[in-house]
């Protein structure tokens, strides 16, 4: 806690900024790793053709070489970095890992090298992790031969000056334009059925790969829940936290389980609902509403939040 505590701002301004943003992230890890689960998914339909296999691989090898190649430079003091920068250390963790894929993509399209500068995350976990460097808390690195750290006090200077500058060696990463790219596969992909799928896939499945330690867990969450053998599964997100700030519609929970509901009608055999939610009073769904003697199978994990700082 003292490194999530470091050098931020009182805790009551914190609490007011990461709290709203708390909905529960092992939610977010769940459904984002099923982006770069996709392409494996749809390679084993039967009536994708040999050629079609072919093809995917080859293109997947060859994408995979260029991302390699261009975060792992050979000398990190003289190569083009597009550094990222993040807008608010509250933001979620698919609004990071989508931040990170994005420029991801920009980072592609301008053959730049892509490191993060110091951010921080509204999620504490068990395992250490550098300070003011949280993404790798949960993931490696984007680059493992070339970090923030390997910065001189010059180039961060150079980087504040004229990181704005595409000539700029250090250049800043513009968010608008990842966003674009992030969904706009390169020319010499775009043959592919799915190029736009494709494209996005594989740059979460470079993006989101999680420490040693957290695909262990990982993997040990969802032998527990038997994930395999429940399927099908209703993933639902009661986000009742920054979703009210931004004025959308607060909706009560009888709502989430009418939707629930009728997706059973549909599929009879739908019984296990995995709910994530920051909203203390998210029991009652299952006290009062998707209840086991009606066939409900509920899964709430632990909420993750920031531990309180003191002021």
Not at 125 to 138: D, L, M
Request: glycine residues 4%; proline residues 5%.
């Amino acid at each position: 806690s003292k490194d999530v505590c470091a050098d931020g701002p009182r805790a009551e301004e914190m609490e007011a900024r990461w709290i709203n943003r708390a909905n529960n992230q092992v939610m977010a890890i769940l459904f984002w790793s099923l982006a770069f689960f996709w392409l494996p998914i749809v390679q084993s339909k039967e009536n994708l053709s040999q050629i079609i296999k072919d093809e995917y691989n080859e293109a997947g090898s060859r994408l995979d070489a260029e991302l390699e190649k261009l975060q792992t430079p050979e000398d990190c003091s003289t190569a083009r970095i597009l550094l990222v920068t993040w807008d608010a250390p509250g933001d979620g963790l698919g609004s990071f890992i989508h931040t990170a894929s994005s420029a991801l993509a920009e980072g592609y399209y301008t053959s730049r090298t892509v490191i993060f500068a110091p951010h921080m995350l509204s999620l504490v976990t068990k395992y250490g992790c550098p300070e003011k460097q949280h993404w790798r808390c949960f993931f490696k690195p984007l680059s493992d031969k070339c970090r923030y750290e390997d910065l001189s006090e010059n180039d961060k200077k150079m980087a504040y000056r004229y990181g704005l500058l595409d000539s700029s060696r250090i250049k800043y990463a513009n968010q608008a334009i990842g966003n674009t790219l992030f969904y706009s596969p390169p020319p010499s992909y775009r043959h592919l059925s799915e190029a736009r799928r494709w494209w996005a896939a594989k740059l979460l499945n470079r993006t989101v790969r999680f420490r040693p330690e957290i695909a262990k867990d990982f993997s040990k969450t969802l032998k527990d829940l038997d994930w395999q053998s429940k399927r099908p599964i209703v993933g639902v997100h009661v986000r009742h936290g920054d979703s009210i700030v931004l004025q959308k519609p607060n909706l009560p929970f009888h709502e989430y389980t009418l939707a629930v509901q009728e997706v059973r009608e549909r599929d009879a055999r739908v019984s296990n609902v995995w709910i994530s939610s920051d909203d203390d009073a998210i029991s009652e769904i299952v006290d009062r509403h998707l209840t086991s003697s009606k066939g409900w199978n509920v899964v709430i994990p632990d909420r993750v939040r920031v531990p309180t700082c003191s002021s």
